[in-house]
């Protein structure tokens, strides 16, 4: 296997036995016998294309002879990030290929060959062969075509350009770029339970285009680099970009169904789903056995490692299990339509149906999904308004009556604070996370000891005597306390 921005493999011959004229005469033989398309030829060597396997994967082969020494290089073609030996496999069939014939020629006829074959040739100044390579400009080029639309790697490098300019406008936005606050991935579109279910079902889609720092950014554009080069050019165009949101939107109603309160962001859950269409592919004989074992245990590899890391804290693994079984769906779905190409009816109408069975049914979750804390979140934003009234009686101007003072202690306080206790009760019947209903319990504890030091106030002022300032200095103290348990604070002693 090869790894890189274009995998290829090389091969290095010293001449011993074969002048360079002989060699190039039998390798130009041997590459129009296993059906080679020949782009080049010249007195340096020549460029040939050699196509194989169902999808049509290409290898372009450079035959380079320079000073006694012949180079042979077969690089992948189109959006191939790895061979998986392939590479190799074409130059060592090609050497065989080689062996065999050299046997057949002698050097007379080779020699006769070259004479009738050399006025083909490209001129030697104008020779590509000849030419000094320039290994950082062809490997600048080669990352900048990772980022480019092409035929068969179309909407990939599209999506990819959306996860970075979506990166670098929240960094010029104020955003950290290693480890973004959550003020900032909310207001970019990240999922979020309370704010999804309350109508912003956008974020499901948006959180898909969002990263939670570089690191994450790198990783997925990795990912889906790979995934997509192999699956983009065997699903065509629309049934990569569609199964990409449809698998993001899937994952994204996962990981509502599964978290209660965290944020979630980042292309992994559709890129799950690549994945999962990908192994439904290799469960099939749609792709060559002999390519489907290697891949599979890639790809298996892939999923298992990371579904075990996602097993760790601050990681949405619901959205992983949510994009990588939308994705095996969507996999056995397409099936029937990847192997009859040629019926396009077939085909519009599997895109179709998957459309209407992903989002009715993603619709369908998301309607019934509980939102418990968007409803806790709504009635807490209530609690604030009323605290803030109640506590709007020590804000009273020095000359007020007694009489308005006790109008305010009893219908902004003593009122309101029954109203938040109340309130507070009421969320007992919600399905909130362990540390929401810790701290409810302590609020509620907050609320009692308000309501008791009102009551001490408003007997105070209705019996105008100092008697309960003692009592209402204990409860303070109480209250001052609880304010700093609250905030997670020591009480003071």
């Not at 040739?121 to 092409?150: G, H, N, R, W």
């Not at 290693?178 to 109508?199: I, Q, R, V, Y």
């Not at 693994?317 to 779905?333: D, P, R, T």
């Not at 810790?438 to 408003?458: A, G, H, M, V």
Request: glycine share 6%; hydrophobic share 45%.
């Amino acid at each position: 296997m090869a790894i890189g921005l274009t995998p290829r493999h090389t091969e290095t011959i010293v001449l011993t036995d074969l002048t360079e004229k002989q060699f190039l005469i039998i390798a130009i033989e041997t590459a129009q016998q296993l059906n080679w398309e020949f782009a080049y030829i010249s007195h340096s060597g020549f460029i040939a294309y050699s196509r194989t396997g169902k999808f049509a994967w290409m290898a372009e082969v450079k035959v380079k002879i320079k000073d006694g020494v012949v180079y042979i290089t077969s690089s992948s073609m189109g959006t191939e990030l790895v061979d998986w030996g392939k590479n190799k496999k074409i130059i060592l069939e090609f050497m065989a290929a080689f062996d065999r014939l050299k046997s057949t020629f002698n050097s007379d006829e080779t020699a006769a060959k070259y004479e009738a074959m050399q006025a083909s040739f490209v001129p030697p100044e104008q020779d590509i062969l000849s030419l000094p390579a320039s290994s950082d400009v062809s490997a600048l080029q080669e990352l900048l075509y990772l980022f480019k639309p092409t035929k068969d790697f179309f909407f990939t490098p599209i999506i990819i350009d959306i996860n970075i300019l979506i990166f670098i406008l929240m960094a010029f936005g104020g955003a950290n770029i290693m480890l973004p606050d959550n003020e900032s991935l909310l207001n970019w579109g990240a999922n979020f339970k309370p704010l999804t279910l309350e109508g912003q079902w956008w974020r499901l889609l948006t959180a898909c285009f969002l990263h939670i720092g570089i690191i994450h950014l790198l990783l997925n554009v990795y990912a889906l680099l790979y995934i997509g080069a192999l699956l983009e050019p065997i699903l065509g165009k629309a049934k990569f970009i569609i199964a990409y949101l449809l698998t993001g939107i899937a994952a994204s109603i996962a990981s509502l169904w599964w978290h209660d309160i965290t944020i979630s962001a980042g292309a992994s859950g559709a890129i799950f789903g690549m994945y999962g269409i990908f192994l439904a592919l290799l469960s099939t004989n749609l792709i060559e056995a002999g390519k489907r074992k290697a891949l599979l245990a890639s790809i298996v590899f892939f999923v298992g490692y990371n579904l075990l890391n996602g097993l760790k804290d601050g990681i949405d693994n619901a959205a992983h299990i949510g994009g990588l079984i939308s994705g095996l769906l969507i996999g056995f779905a397409f099936l029937p339509s990847l192997k009859r190409p040629d019926n396009t009816r077939l085909s519009y109408a599997t895109i179709a149906l998957i459309n209407v069975v992903i989002l009715i049914s993603s619709f369908s979750v998301y309607k019934t999904i509980p939102n418990d804390f968007g409803k806790y979140d709504t009635q807490m934003a209530a609690f604030g308004a009323m605290e803030e009234k109640a506590l709007s009686v020590f804000h009273l101007p020095p000359n007020t009556t007694n009489d308005s003072v006790l109008f305010a202690i009893k219908d902004n306080g003593i009122d309101n604070w029954k109203k938040m206790i109340t309130l507070l009760d009421g969320f007992k019947d919600l399905d909130l996370p362990l540390e929401v209903r810790t701290r409810n319990r302590l609020l509620r504890e907050y609320c009692e000891l308000r309501l008791q030091s009102y009551e001490l106030y408003y007997r105070a002022h209705a019996e105008n005597t100092g008697a309960y300032k003692y009592q209402i200095a204990e409860f303070d103290t109480q209250i001052e306390n609880k304010i700093k348990e609250l905030n997670g604070e020591a009480p003071k002693k």
